[in-house]
């Protein structure tokens, strides 16, 4: 915005008048309520200060129990013993070799394990249910495949008007 030029005594004077009119308005806001914005703003300062929380003790890791000396004859399920610290069974030691077994460009190692663990139900890979979207597959069973039926002319009628695009509309194509 350019300036005026013809700025004279009187309009000096209006201006000045003007800014030490606002200016004392500004002031006599303050003096009313400038101590409860002040409040309002400390208040506000207090809320955004993050709650800070206890912090836990550390526990030591237990020590494992000493080993028993006689030789079980069945060896427990590595899939039935849980850690105490993870929501997941432990994977299988055939599964987890499909790691190591070549790469995941040629559908092997990583590509191929993580669609053998995807076959599994969630029971069988997690403890509980982690979130609550996993209440919608918990305890579904097997899939099923399903096979869709499908006819091809029954598409093809339905879907195509069989005067043509351009012919005038007959009374069967129309909706009642």
Request: net charge positive; proline share 11%; aromatic share 12%.
């Amino acid at each position: 915005m350019s300036r005026q030029l013809n700025m004279d005594t009187v309009r000096q004077n209006f201006w000045k008048e003007e800014y030490l009119r606002e200016k004392m308005l500004r002031c006599e806001w303050y003096r009313k309520y400038g101590s409860m914005a002040k409040a309002k703003q400390k208040a506000k300062t207090a809320a955004r200060v993050p709650l800070k929380l206890p912090t836990l003790p550390s526990k030591a890791p237990l020590s494992p129990p000493p080993a028993p000396k006689a030789v079980p004859s069945k060896a427990p399920s590595p899939a039935l013993e849980a850690p105490i610290q993870s929501e997941m069974y432990p994977v299988l030691p055939a599964t987890r070799a499909l790691l190591y077994e070549g790469i995941s460009h040629d559908f092997q190692g990583r590509y191929r394990y993580l669609n053998t663990r995807k076959l599994d139900m969630p029971e069988r890979r997690y403890l509980f249910p982690v979130t609550t979207n996993f209440t919608y597959g918990w305890q579904l069973g097997p899939p099923v495949k399903q096979e869709l039926v499908s006819c091809k002319t029954c598409h093809i009628e339905s879907f195509f008007r069989k005067n043509g695009a351009f012919a005038l509309l007959d009374p069967q194509d129309l909706a009642f």
